[in-house]
């Protein structure tokens, strides 16, 4: 999945969301929501129909992580992401870069600095 076309908005910011550590369904939803600015809130069923997605194309896998349950719920799955994953975002906001770069040369410095 590396090198297909621009990823969805929702795989993307899960992506992002467990690039920095593993997370369980809520924690995505929240970090989702903090990296937005709180202008993207993913619901439960984008979220949990994405994973199930990105789980069955090796993007993401459930964590062996588990927490105390005194400190939290230990129904709780934590997903990480794998490295074809790591692949799949780096290619991405490489894509992203390029799409930059050409709007900068063709747009007038006063649009978008």
């Known amino acids: 999945m590396a090198s297909s076309g621009p990823l969805t908005p929702a795989v993307l910011h899960i ?8 997370r369980h369904g809520y924690g995505i939803m929240k970090q989702v929501e903090s990296d937005s600015g709180g202008k993207v809130k993913m619901g439960p069923g984008t979220l949990y129909g994405s994973i199930r997605r990105m789980s069955d194309a090796g993007l993401i896998s459930e964590s062996d992580k588990k927490i105390d349950p005194k400190l939290d719920d230990e129904r709780r799955v934590y997903y990480r992401i794998t490295a074809l994953g790591q692949q799949t ?25």
């Open 15 to 22: 992506l992002l969301a467990l690039s920095a550590e593993e």
């Open 89 to 113: 975002l780096a290619a991405e906001l490489q894509r992203y870069r390029q799409v930059v770069a050409v709007a900068r040369e063709r747009l007038p410095k006063t649009a978008g600095a």
